[in-house]
């Protein structure tokens, strides 16, 4: 059974995708990614140093371009021209990289997107030529519409940013995937090992998370965590669960041939 992550075009080992953000440093943020087997790091333009400012000391430093697959996102935009803009800004500072994530905030208190510019953004940078991974509700009809812009990957929130929830409404994650014929990815709200396991199981492509290793007490450990969670998960849901059964118990053991009958 073929089991490759590609994501426009490319194929990872690692299901797992990590943020830049929160860490104490950079050379924490090197060492959390590094026990994450992450191949694919996001980076916040507006937020971090990637050669906006040439006096400071810059993420390229730590996770060279070379190892790692840079994500651009567009975390505090809130409007479909903000982060169109900052989006173009990531593909000059990264040589024409096309890869991106597109997040429009609706509320500065939830961080929940704004679906109606969250399609708009995606419809101008589909069209010139990004490969766009898009996070957005857990609404399967806009998820469907987002996929037929040409987004290349859907990452419904499993909850809010950062609030490390978990999975609040798993039914509607087995819609989105059930429907996706372009890779799904649990964002948002992922809180320890067992969420990213969940979400691996349910058929989710992969997960996508920042805060619940930037967070913990102790980043590198968690980062190793949910590196195996991961890896857990996906292999569960490959094996294929045994069914549940309400009500009805079945010996572990056989049956038959017991000592004395």
Known sequence: MSDDFTIAGKTYRSRLLVGTGKYKDFAETRAAIEASGAEIVTVAI???NI??????PSLLQYLPPDKFTYLPNTAGCYSADDAIRTL????????GHSLVKLEVLGDSNTLYPNVRETLKAAEVLVKEGFDVMVYTSDDPIIARELEQIGCCAIMPLASLIG???????PWNLRLIIKQSKVPVLVDAGVGTASDATIGMELGCDGVLMNTAIAAAKDPILMA??????????RAAYMAGRMPRKLYSADP???VSGLIGK
Do not use: F, T
């Open 46 to 48: 507006r937020r971090m």
């Open 163 to 169: 609030s490390g929830m978990g999975i609040l409404n």
């Open 51 to 56: 050669g906006q400012d040439a006096s400071q």
């Open 88 to 95: 173009r800004l990531a593909r000059e500072l990264l040589d």
């Open 224 to 233: 190793r965590a949910m590196n195996l969670a991961v890896q857990a998960g």
């Open 252 to 254: 572990s053991s056989p």
